[in-house]
Antibody, heavy 122, light 110 residues
């Protein structure tokens, strides 16, 4: 069974940092591109970042560019999202999702994790 | 404000049919494939359709996707109480170089 599990969320202060991880089971994570998507309380889904299967290219939403860094370690079968300079508005459940499709323009997310909650508050 | 526009809510009785629309532009829906996701309370989002109108295995044919021009539509027939939740459209935006989602439509099965 394909599963994605996010970890690393928690409470952090504004200006602080967190590192989220996405682990996969039931498939080979290194064979897939991964997206991060978040959902703030009471809001809809917001795309955060994309990392290609080889680690390049990488894309970010404008709202996180310069503060978030996505990376992957295919040997360790994990994808990470380093979140720096945290803001209150970064409070959200963060999901990782497996990407399918032959290109950026046809991509879709066939499996999602259950998410990890990031709370930014002083 | 989301790049893709969805109606905030829709409701219908069990057994009835609803359609959920998603409006975009030539830089996103007009050029690229659309997918639809179901997000039920407390669960991970779930893929319902991709490549505009393709259902993954295991998704019942009560769910259907379509696209015309810069708009896409999700249809749900034979509504069940278990269908209550939020529904999102998504696609790639070539101008933004970003994945974009609609703001979500909350489905209530009365």
């Amino acid at each position: 069974e394909v599963q994605l599990v996010e970890s690393g969320g928690g409470l952090a202060q504004p200006g602080g940092s967190l590192r989220l991880s996405c682990a996969g089971s039931g498939f080979t994570l290194s064979d897939y591109s991964i997206n991060w998507v978040r959902q703030a309380p009471g809001k809809g889904l917001e795309w955060v970042s994309f990392i290609f299967v080889t680690g390049d290219p990488i894309y970010y939403a404008d709202s996180v560019k310069g503060r978030f860094t996505v990376s992957r370690d295919n040997a360790k079968k994990s994808v990470s999202l380093q979140i720096n300079s945290l803001r209150v508005e970064d409070t959200a459940v963060y999901y990782c999702a497996r990407v399918r499709g032959n290109s950026l323009t046809t991509q879709y997310f066939d499996y999602w994790g259950r998410g990890t909650l990031v709370t930014v508050s002083s | 404000q989301s790049v893709l526009t969805q109606s905030p809510s829709v409701s219908a009785a069990p057994g009835q049919k609803v359609t959920i629309s998603c409006s975009g532009s030539s830089s996103n829906i007009g050029r690229n494939s659309v997918s639809w996701y179901q997000h039920l309370p407390g669960a991970a989002p779930k893929l319902l359709t991709y490549d505009n109108d393709v259902r993954p295995s295991g998704i019942p044919d009560r769910f259907s996707g379509s696209k015309s021009g810069t708009s896409a539509t999700l249809g749900i027939t034979g509504l069940q109480t278990g269908d209550e939740g939020d529904y999102y459209c998504g696609t790639w935006d070539g101008s933004l170089r970003a994945v974009v989602f609609g703001g979500g439509t909350k489905l209530t099965v009365l």
